[in-house]
């Protein structure tokens, strides 16, 4: 365990992923404190829970760099507190998915130990080894030009045997090789039938399309300044990938487990469809990233913001909703672990009403669109990212200290760069998802012990912003959720399976769109503007008087909506 991948700023692994409830005063999430809110959840109108990595890891990339697929990091809990959790939703009619992270494993993994330790170790082809390139003058260089999503290159360097290995994430992460079949069986007794032997009902399953690697060519140029490349297009929806995930349908076949796979670099409905196809029998679904990319940077850079547009957002949405009339089904979603959150990208937080009013129109839109709905804790209460005043040593992923060290380094700390590089952080770091959840006014938010030290600091807004004062308000964003879900499960033909389309697609301030389900019609309109802007509602309504199933303003005037006000409306077809 003494191994130390050498080359890399050596950083601190964060003690925790989410933060989502402390039960013993460490500061540290665990297992029991999930289990002390599952009727919270439920009383959601949620169906099913995901938790994050919960196995046991060195966490330096928050629990997706796992050291035993089979046992759990020590400060969550243990192997029963995970069966405590799956009978407990069971009890509740809660379904419970785990995450799958297969295409990579720890340093620590007792696998990559014995992979590491000689080249004629039975193991050795369980993970990715090449031989260095090496200049004229002796120069010794990685196997290809490709970057790491981390940054950096993605191969390094290991004296032991003097090769190197690939690590498409972070160095702590060597990536498994799924063309040797051994690996692929270990990884399905291990990752997969453990867990799903003790009664979970599915897999999200991480990095979906990344298993086989098409070649380890140098990756095209895309920018110039930079020595390392990402090679996407190189490791992503690679020739065998299919054949992986039908060989790994079968084991989940004999389980009616569920999967939803994490599908990025993959924006084309046709090729997510090779994915999701029932007949190709392999992922349930999956999580496209054409909605929650909208702004974001080059695939360089994803840190860095970029100016977003209406129409370019809803036709990321159309993409998503392109799969429901197929034989394949999709999700609706705008958070997760990865992205920060939506109503500071995507809302307006200005005034408290306008929060308000931007988080229940996100609601309406992301419960409105068909496929599965998925919502991140937190968003069900409108928690926002943290404010760009705090400081840099705030921010714990991997992603981000590594992002923020290379401006720093490649630009010799230029003031105005590393000013932009805070600012892209605040704006979509992935650490803003993982601050400690709000649940009520005590100090540190009662996510933990009132004289605890939380893992991440709490944001500032909790004593205005939480759970408990959510609960006693008849209109407040929680409720608005509750409600949003119930409607949907109520008509379930239009707003879970509805054929999708957008009616005024170069609108650049309203977002209208129709679904068509089973001889019903569900018109819903959004203002993503803070001004009034004139909409003849009365007409789409074709002339009869209807009262909206969802909207976040009081009163229903037809012929405008009002800053950032969202409705939607069932009609027959
Ligand atoms: O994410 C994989 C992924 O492709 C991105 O969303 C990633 O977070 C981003 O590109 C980083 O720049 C999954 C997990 O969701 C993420 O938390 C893990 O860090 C990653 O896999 C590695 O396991
Ligand atoms: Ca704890």
């Known amino acids: 365990r003494s191994f130390s991948p050498a080359g890399v700023t050596r950083i601190k692994p964060p003690e925790n992923t989410v933060g989502f409830r402390d039960t ?47 046992d759990v990091y020590a400060p969550y809990g243990t192997v029963a507190d995970v069966e405590a959790i799956i009978a407990a939703c ?18 620590l993994h007792a696998w990559f130990g014995e992979s590491r330790s000689s080249k004629s170790s039975s193991k050795r082809d369980w993970y990715i080894w090449r031989p260095a390139k090496y200049d004229v003058d002796g120069t010794r260089r990685p196997p290809n030009n490709w970057r790491s999503f981390f940054g950096g290159s993605a191969w390094e360097f290991d004296d032991e045997t003097q090769e190197y290995y690939l690590h498409l994430f972070a160095v702590e992460q060597p990536d498994l090789n799924w063309e040797n079949s051994e690996t692929r069986k270990a990884i399905y007794d291990s990752a997969v039938t453990f867990w799903l032997d003790k009664g979970i009902d599915g897999f999200r399953v991480d990095t979906v399309n990344m298993y086989s690697k098409r070649s380890f060519a140098n990756a095209p140029i895309l920018d110039e300044r930079l020595e390392w ?6 490791f992503c929806n690679g020739p065998r990938i299919h054949e992986f995930l039908h060989e790994l349908g079968q084991i989940l076949a004999k389980y009616d487990a569920m999967t939803v796979g994490e599908l990025p670099h993959t924006p084309q409905i046709a090729d997510v469809l090779s994915y999701v196809s029932t007949k190709e029998k392999q992922l349930s679904m999956v999580f496209q990233f054409n909605v929650v990319e909208t702004g974001t940077g080059d695939p360089t850079f994803n840190t860095t ?34 992205q920060a959150r ?34 991140y804790q937190g968003q069900e209460i409108g928690m926002v990212n943290f404010p760009l005043e705090w400081n840099i040593e705030e921010y714990k992923d991997v992603n981000s200290i590594n992002y923020y060290k290379f401006i720093q380094d490649s630009t010799k700390n230029d003031p105005t760069a590393v000013k932009r590089a805070k600012e892209a952080l605040a704006h979509l770091a992935r650490d803003h998802p993982r ?4 649940w009520d006014g005590t100090a540190n938010a009662g996510f933990t012990t009132e004289s605890a030290k939380p893992w991440m600091r709490v944001h500032d807004n909790y004593p205005t912003l939480n759970v408990e ?47 068509i389900g089973d001889g019903q019609k569900l018109l819903v309109l959004l203002n993503f503007t803070t001004e009034t802007k004139p909409i003849d509602i009365g007409k789409r309504l074709g ?23 969202g409705r939607a409306y069932l009609l027959d077809n």
């Not at 009619?93 to 297969?102: E, K, T």
Request: charged share 25%.
């Open 342 to 375: 939506s109503i500071s990208r995507f809302g307006n937080e200005e005034t408290p009403e306008y929060w308000a009013l931007s988080a229940k129109m996100l609601a309406i839109l992301v419960t409105t669109l068909s496929g599965t709905v998925y919502i």
């Open 469 to 515: 004062k959510q609960q006693s308000d008849s209109k407040s964003v929680l409720a608005f959720w509750q409600e949003a879900l119930r409607v949907r499960k109520s008509f379930p033909k239009v707003f879970a399976h509805g054929v999708f389309s957008d009616t005024d697609p170069s609108n650049e301030s309203l977002l209208i769109f129709e679904k």
């Open 229 to 234: 490349q990402p090679a996407h297009s190189l």
């Open 24 to 70: 013993n005063g460490d500061g540290i999430g665990d297992l029991p404190g999930i289990l002390s809110k599952l009727d919270y959840i439920k009383s959601l109108g949620v169906d099913a829970i995901w938790i994050c990595p919960m196995y046991d890891s060195p966490q330096y990339d928050m629990g997706y760099d796992i050291a035993n697929y089979e």
């Open 435 to 438: 601050i400690p959840m709000q």
């Open 543 to 565: 002339g009869k008087p209807r009262k909206a199933v969802l909207r976040n303003y009081e009163d229903e005037p037809l012929d405008f909506l009002r800053a950032l006000e």
């Open 90 to 107: 069971h009890e509740r009619g809660l379904r419970i998915l785990l995450d799958l992270v297969i295409n990579h494993t720890s340093y």
């Open 305 to 338: 913001p970029r100016n977003w547009t209406l129409p370019d957002f809803r036709k990321r949405i159309a993409q998503t909703q392109e799969l429901v009339p197929t034989d394949g089904w999709s999700t609706s979603f705008l958070e997760n672990h990865d």
